[in-house]
């Protein structure tokens, strides 16, 4: 552990992306662990139910109804959890949406959107986290992805806007810890592919239902790493081997990597017309789930 770190259960925790999949998993999972947290989405009505559930557990949590994009309303969000707690001991950056349609296909619109929320929300949250991170010490958490390093067709500036969050990241752990040599970790967790309802809540430009390649891995092994470097810090954090493979691959053998990810176009889409094709890109998604395959039982 981190010396500037605290355990888990003397934690105030602030975490985006809340209402479901990653985030859900993770708020359920600290405040079982005896972390005190600020809840952040714009689904008011499921971070209501669970901060009740969370209470009726012995556990303590409030909510912060607000939109990553927006940088007042980051700030915001570090004055309630300052108001409410008195300090700031992790924040962590989740929340993310995704576009499934060739680059050719989306409009700029919906591809300034997905930067909006994935990559500037990150920074917003970041900017906003570090002034209270740096009194006492403490963790920034951003969730990039394994397409940090790779690439993924049919979720082209979904790739891309991770890429950013990671150069991001880099930047800031460099300047944080390396020049300032202020008392904060700066982390990337990488996940591969994870079972939450992340293709069901993205704008959709296909022509059937999109999905996430197999194998996935379930939300609460990313869960556990995000928590893991709350207390022990780390650079950058893979999570599932497909993260550690792909990555490596991109990196060692690029030609390589960009011939295993066109095969990855077919894996992504389903025999089913599409659902709700305007996603949650725009509106919140008030679903309330942590997984996201109808053959997974739902959380929450």
Not at 69 to 74: E, G, L, T
Not at 125 to 141: D, H, M, Q, R, V
Request: with cysteine; hydrophobic share 40%; charged share 20%.
């Amino acid at each position: 552990m981190a010396s500037h770190l605290r355990p888990l259960d003397q934690q105030i925790i602030v975490l985006t992306g809340a209402s479901s999949g990653i985030g859900l998993c993770t708020a359920q999972l600290a405040a079982e662990r005896g972390a005190r947290l600020v809840l952040v989405a714009r689904s008011g009505d499921v971070l209501e139910q669970l901060v009740a559930e969370i209470a009726a557990n012995g556990g303590t949590a409030i909510a912060a109804v607000a939109d990553v994009a927006d940088r007042a309303q980051m700030d915001e969000v570090a004055r309630i959890a300052i108001t409410e707690f008195g300090r700031i001991d992790t924040w962590i950056n989740n929340a993310g949406v995704s576009v499934y349609g060739r680059l050719d296909q989306v409009s700029e619109e919906d591809n300034r959107k997905v930067f909006d929320t994935n990559f500037w929300g990150v920074v917003n949250g970041s900017l906003a986290a570090l002034p209270y991170l740096k009194l006492e010490g403490g963790a920034l958490i951003n969730l990039g992805s394994e397409v940090s390093d790779a690439v993924v067709p049919l979720q082209g500036m979904y790739s891309a806007s991770k890429h950013a969050v990671k150069g991001f990241t880099d930047a800031l752990r460099v300047e944080v810890e390396d020049v300032a040599r202020h008392p904060v970790t700066v982390t990337l967790i990488q996940p591969t592919a994870v079972n939450t309802p992340f293709p069901n809540n993205a704008r959709n430009y296909l022509e059937t239902e999109p999905k996430l390649p197999d194998p996935m891995i379930d939300p609460q092994q990313v869960a556990e790493t995000i928590l893991k470097a709350a207390t022990e810090g780390g650079r950058d954090l893979k999570v599932g081997a497909m993260s550690s493979f792909n990555t490596a691959i991109a990196k060692i053998v690029p030609w390589l990597g960009d011939r295993m990810a066109a095969k990855q176009a077919d894996r992504q889409q389903t025999q089913e017309k599409p659902r709700r094709p305007q996603g949650t890109l725009y509106e919140p998604g008030h679903s309330g789930r942590i997984h996201g395959r109808l053959d997974t039982p739902a959380s929450a």
